[in-house]
């Protein structure tokens, strides 16, 4: 009896703090999504409603426009855009960084510089990117003016063309700092036996990289791409300080829409707010799912 | 040796113990703390119990004199003796403690700076502190309600220049109705009603704002020997006549920020290229942005941001600082520029209407109680004060500021202020199109508008938007 109560005496603690701020609050939201609401009152059940509202939304899912056609798409084609372009795009960087800076003297200082990105809050990150992006005041500006391209520089967030890829690259440049150390991390890790003997046989730089390096970075790569996607899919901050969804909702997300749903809104619509939520969950807990499944299997 | 191994064995705790312990200490370490938290939340929370002061007060009346009056048929003797009483009160005294009114506004700088002279006058006045607390337009519009949503505001007392916002706050039951607070022939009728649900005030108005039109440095325009326009084909050539001169980023300033400074040119646009009704009709829903007449407003809109006539938006006041700097030649925005610290001379600064133009728009700034409020009765006096005469003349001296009460001298205003206050009077006054509907109307309108600036050829794109957003918001309104 003893034997089989102890094992919950030690659950207990981290049961409290689960159910309080994850379980609780999950099912509080889904709960919260099917009910129809005045403000903060609940007025009753609304099934589906708040779904089908969300969803039939051109803030959501803008049918006017086509991917060819650029945005404003919608805000889940948008979060959609986001994790085709950023999560390859921070890892292969951070990747590359890792192995250029492996053996550089003074790395480590070159690494610390990078991951600052990662240090500094996500709110300033989106001013800065206002900055950055800036058509007299901005590097990038600075940068295509001092090598000849001066006729393209323009306020990249204000137009809705460009807007959303500004901001995803801008992204880049504050996450790579992460990938970067999580893969410094994997390589250290790595034998150098291995190495040494891909040596003997004589196999190339290239060769050693493919065949040793990348498999043996399997569960670093696993880490990053599943932190980076979830990381993605909850973009905020970096939005909504940078051009507040706009121009135009050309770089709405969900996450976005949600809180304007909740905050912006008079009165307030907790209930398609929570259903944007639920929807961001779903979505993130099936590729989270999908990424644990793919980590067993190789276990 | 062996009694010392029996010691030790004795001792000798199993790992399963060990850990068991462990874990017992951990729980109950977490349960001391979930208790001591608590507790200490609820300690915190706890008012605590007023202070009796006892005071004994020993009084004597020396050389009074008793005055005793004995009246007799026919006569009246009065009889006066000196005395002296000595008298010892001993009272309980509980002191009352003292209220400091709490204050949002969206005005910072020198707005802010006029605004806290007439909060020192209350404060002489009444005795009771006022705190102003700056907001933010998103800070204001979303944090209040928030608040109010758990039942409670930082704030006693608030100003917000959004009347439709004001009305679902009151039909919400949030903020406290002020009809038997003011009287409403004291101001325009129109800043009455905008505030008005079913013959319910909830809000006092109390500053008046205009949007009169351009505004220019003085200085650079006669330095370049340009006039301000009175026709639009004037308006056109001195538009090229800005482009042309070097230094120039662009003839007119497109301020940013949430977005209203390019919803308020647009809106300039709406009554001066259609005319006022058809801002009134878009307000009350009787015509919506697909209209042909709104489309050709819009048109020529889009014709001037094709030619490159307006600069990209960027943040409002920074686009002040240029102006000055002779980045841009012109800036729509409201009466509030002669105000601000970017202008480093407000006797250098002129504005000329909206070419050809019959109206335009005015707005203003209520005062509103939140019903969560610790001090309403303070705070109703507040409100009253600020609706009144003698606020307002404070503010109007200061300068930027238009008032709402009928009461204040027409002296009181500077020169900067008459001139609008008298091109007002030459022209139909009508209420900010955003401002009057509200809600996601007017996020959608500025967002949108951010994009027609930087994309004129998704006219209509931007104009389906609109007209989806706006149909649905004038039905609910």
Redesign the interface.
């Known amino acids: 009896m003893?034997r089989n109560i102890?094992p919950l005496?030690?659950l207990?603690?981290a049961l409290?703090l689960l159910i309080t701020f994850v379980f609780y609050p999950t099912i509080a939201t889904i709960w919260t999504s099917f009910l129809s609401w005045r403000?903060?009152r609940s007025t009753g059940f609304a099934g589906l409603h708040n779904y089908i509202e969300v969803l039939s939304r051109?803030s959501i899912i803008n049918l006017?426009?086509s991917f060819l056609k650029g945005p404003?798409l919608g805000a889940l084609p948008h979060n959609i855009i986001w994790v085709v372009i950023h999560v390859p795009l921070s890892t292969f960087l951070g990747l590359l960084l890792a192995v250029l800076l492996r053996r550089v003297r003074g790395g480590f200082l070159i690494k610390s510089v990078i991951f600052l990105g990662m240090v500094i809050p996500m709110i300033v990150g989106g001013i800065l990117l206002r900055f950055i992006y800036?058509?007299?005041a901005g590097v990038v500006n600075a940068v295509l003016r001092a090598i000849g391209l001066g006729w393209m520089a323009?306020?990249w967030t204000?137009?809705?063309?460009t807007a959303l890829f500004a901001l995803i690259f801008g992204s880049v440049w504050i996450w790579t700092g992460f990938s970067m150390i999580v893969y410094s991390a994997g390589l250290e890790g790595i034998p150098e036996e291995l190495y040494e003997a891909a040596k003997i046989d004589g196999a190339s730089r290239l060769q050693i990289f493919r065949h040793i390096t990348i498999p043996m970075l399997k569960p670093a790569t696993m880490t990053v791409v599943m932190m980076t996607v979830l990381w993605v899919l909850k973009i905020f901050d970096i939005v909504y300080v940078a051009t507040?969804?706009?121009?135009?909702?050309?770089t709405t997300v969900l996450a976005l829409e949600m809180y304007?749903d909740l905050?912006?809104?008079?009165?307030?619509n907790p209930g398609t707010a929570a259903a944007i939520a639920t929807l961001l969950t779903l979505i993130t807990l099936a590729f989270a799912v999908y990424m644990v499944r793919v980590a067993m299997v190789r276990r | 040796m062996e009694s010392k191994e029996n010691i030790l064995k004795g001792k000798k705790i199993t790992r399963?113990e060990a850990?068991?312990t462990a874990?017992?200490i951990?729980?109950t370490a977490?349960i001391t703390g979930v208790i001591a938290g608590v507790g200490g939340y609820l300690a915190g929370t706890s008012v605590a119990p007023p202070k009796t002061v006892t005071k004994t007060v020993t009084k004597t009346a020396a050389a009074a004199t008793v005055t005793k009056t004995v009246t007799a048929p026919g006569t009246t003797v009065t009889v006066t003796k000196p005395t002296t009483i000595t008298t010892t009160v001993t009272t309980s005294v509980v002191p009352t403690p003292k209220v400091e009114l709490t204050v949002f506004s969206l005005w910072s700088g020198k707005e802010e700076e006029n605004f806290l002279k007439a909060l020192k006058a209350f404060t002489d006045e009444t005795g009771i502190a006022v705190k102003h607390v700056p907001q933010t337009t998103e800070g204001l519009?979303?944090g209040l309600?928030?608040q109010f949503?758990a039942g409670a505001s930082v704030a006693d007392v608030v100003v917000a220049p959004w009347p439709a916002?004001i009305k679902?706050?009151g039909e919400?039951g949030h903020i406290i109705e002020v009809t038997d607070l003011i009287d409403p022939s004291k101001y325009p009728p129109s800043y009455v009603k905008l505030v008005t649900v079913d013959g319910k005030i909830y809000a006092a108005p109390f500053k008046a704002w205009a949007k009169p039109g351009f505004w220019y440095k003085k200085s650079f325009f006669e330095k370049h020997g340009l006039t301000p326009p009175k026709t639009w084909s004037e308006f056109l050539d001195l538009l090229e006549k800005l482009k042309k001169i070097p230094g120039i980023?662009a003839p007119i300033a497109s301020g940013d920020g949430?977005?209203w400074p390019l919803s308020d040119v647009t809106e300039a646009f709406i009554i001066g290229r259609g005319s006022p009704d058809l801002q009134r009709d878009l307000i009350e829903g009787k015509v919506t942005f697909t209209d042909p007449n709104v489309r050709g407003v819009f048109e020529d809109l889009v014709d001037l941001l094709k030619k490159g006539y307006f600069s990209?938006?960027?943040e409002w006041t920074a686009q002040i600082d240029k102006l000055w700097a002779e980045k841009y030649g012109i800036y729509f925005m409201g009466n509030w520029m002669t105000t601000m610290p970017q202008v480093k001379d407000v006797k250098d600064l002129g504005f000329f209407p909206f070419p050809e133009t019959k109206g335009a728009v005015a707005g203003g700034d209520w005062v509103i109680v939140p019903k969560y409020t610790k001090h309403p009765e303070e705070a109703k006096k507040l409100l009253k004060f600020l609706a009144g005469p003698k606020a307002q003349e404070i503010m109007v001296r200061a300068g930027g500021f238009l008032a709402t009460n009928v009461d204040v001298p027409a002296e009181a205003y500077t020169p900067a202020d008459k001139a609008v206050v008298d091109f007002l009077k030459t022209v139909d006054v009508v209420p900010d199109l955003d401002d009057a509907i509200?809600?996601?109307f007017q996020?959608t309108f500025w967002?949108?508008l951010?994009?027609?600036?930087?994309?004129p050829e998704?006219l209509d794109?931007?104009l389906?938007?609109l007209a989806?957003v706006h149909t649905k918001a004038v039905k609910k309104t």
């Not at chain 1, 905050?263 to 307030?268: A, D, G």
């Not at chain 2, 951010?450 to 994309?455: D, E, I, V």
Request: aromatic residues 12%; glycine residues 10%.
């Open positions: 003893r102890t005496l030690f207990f603690p409290i403000g903060w051109s006017r426009r404003p800036d058509e007299h323009r306020t204000a137009y809705p063309d507040f969804g706009g121009p135009g909702r050309a304007l905050f912006f809104k008079i009165p307030s | 399963r850990i068991s874990g017992k951990a729980i977490v519009m979303i309600p928030t949503a916002w679902e706050l919400e980023e949430v977005g990209v938006p960027d509200g809600g996601e996020r967002d949108q951010k994009l027609l600036w930087t994309s998704m794109d931007v389906e938007t989806e």
